[in-house]
């Protein structure tokens, strides 16, 4: 892992503390390409983290600074993303798998920046989950089963047939159109799925959400 911090591009968090980290594919031909525009200052954009296709995790922002990555957009009701989360770049194109070694890399640096920040297992979302209809990102190759079996993130299952707008307030989707919801978070728990909402989809929500602990001002009451 490297300490140079080499982009520019970022900024103080504005009051705030990473409470979220956000997973994203670069979407370019090639890590070395992503790299430079991630430190290019013209391009203002940049992640804390790259994880190149070897299993190289590259340290591109400070963690306690605001890095440039996930643009418009909320999660659980909290807009501001950027203040709020720790950026991760994977370096894929978006049209194939992880390899295993890239993928043994996002483990491992999850679990860090878990441990160093406090961030649970619901923290950890993708791009596409806080800006639905906008992003894709990581994208239905990428291996979110594998995370959730090692409590790196929240893991799919059946519960019971809830709304499914009520279970997907729950777990932080942002209140956008019903179809765009769902088709964001088929995206990342039933990658596969088509067509109008199912029983299935309301069974697979309702357990996520049920997996979902209270914030703060949830579980006190307070504002």
């Given at each position: 892992?490297?300490?140079?911090?080499?982009?520019p591009n970022h900024g103080d968090r504005r009051g705030q503390r990473p409470e979220l980290i956000v997973l994203h594919y670069t979407g370019m031909a090639d890590t070395a390409e992503a790299?430079?525009?991630?430190?290019?200052?013209?391009?203002?954009?940049?992640?804390?983290w790259l994880v190149h296709e070897d299993g190289r995790a590259e340290a591109l922002v400070p963690e306690d600074r605001r890095a440039w990555h996930a643009g418009a957009g909320s999660w659980q009701g909290r807009d501001d993303v950027n203040s709020r989360s720790i950026g991760v770049e994977i370096a894929n194109p978006g049209d194939r798998p992880f390899p295993a070694r890239q993928m043994d890399a996002v483990a491992?640096?999850?679990?860090?920046?878990m441990a160093r920040w406090g961030i649970g297992p619901d923290g950890v979302i993708g791009h596409s989950d806080m800006a639905p209809g906008?992003?894709?990102?990581?994208?239905?190759r990428f291996d979110w089963q594998r995370l959730a079996c090692e409590g790196l993130a929240l893991p799919g299952g059946i519960g019971a047939d809830a709304p499914l707008g009520v279970s997907l307030t729950r777990i932080g989707y942002p209140a956008v159109d019903p179809e765009t919801r769902l088709a964001a978070f088929r995206l990342r728990f039933r990658p596969?799925?088509?067509g109008a909402e199912t029983e299935d989809d309301r069974r697979m929500a309702a357990f996520v959400a049920a997996s979902v602990?209270?914030?703060h001002s949830e579980a006190t009451g307070s504002r």
């Open positions: 892992m490297s300490g140079d911090f080499p982009s790299r430079a525009r991630l430190c290019d200052p013209a391009a203002e954009v940049s992640a804390h491992l640096l999850l679990r860090g920046i906008r992003k894709i990102d990581p994208g239905p596969w799925a088509t602990q209270p914030r």
